[in-house]
């Protein structure tokens, strides 16, 4: 893997997110989690380059996101498609869907990403917010909690990208 910055990155990082898929993996010292996202972003805040990540209160990597001060974002190819979809339909509380999935870890400093990750997004985590519907000014947004379990929005700096 090699460091890039993002405004070097050459694909259009919506797509990758929403159509492609991404995992998002946090760590808590050696033990970790990931877990399929296709809502999220890439932006500026704040003065900053960050990535916006989305996360259910349910959720075993809520879990390791609220213990980590880093978290990462990574990208794979194609033929990973059935490995995002393990990560998305298992949960690690009730299985090791890493090894099912076929993926390995890579540390760099505290924060984990897949080995197997054709693009990785390391994020140092700076600000956190449980979403409610307070905000929602088109209600067919509601549609998409109809258990009450809103997101949680994780915010992170982006403080380095490795692309293969």
Not at 13 to 29: E, F
Not at 32 to 54: P, Q
Not at 61 to 82: A, G, L, R, W
Not at 124 to 130: D, N, S, Y
Request: charged residues 30%; glycine residues 8%.
């Amino acid at each position: 893997m090699k460091e890039i910055n993002i405004r070097d990155v050459k694909d259009n990082l919506v797509k990758m997110i929403s159509d492609d898929w991404a995992l998002v993996s946090a760590a808590d010292g050696e033990n970790w989690n990931t877990m399929t996202i296709s809502w999220g972003g890439v932006g500026e805040l704040w003065g900053k380059d960050v990535v916006f990540a989305f996360i259910r209160p349910q959720r075993y990597t809520k879990e390791f996101m609220d213990k980590s001060d880093y978290f990462t974002v990574s990208f794979f190819d194609e033929e990973y498609k059935d490995a995002l979809k393990i990560c998305g339909t298992k949960s690690g509380r009730d299985c090791d869907k890493i090894n099912l999935a076929g993926l390995s870890a890579q540390f760099d400093g505290e924060a984990v990403y897949p080995a197997e990750a054709k693009l990785v997004i390391k994020c140092r985590k700076i600000a956190v917010q449980k979403m409610d519907n307070t905000g929602f000014i088109d209600p067919s947004i509601e549609s998409n909690y109809k258990s009450g379990d809103y997101h949680f929005i994780y915010v992170g700096e982006i403080e380095k990208v490795l692309e293969k």
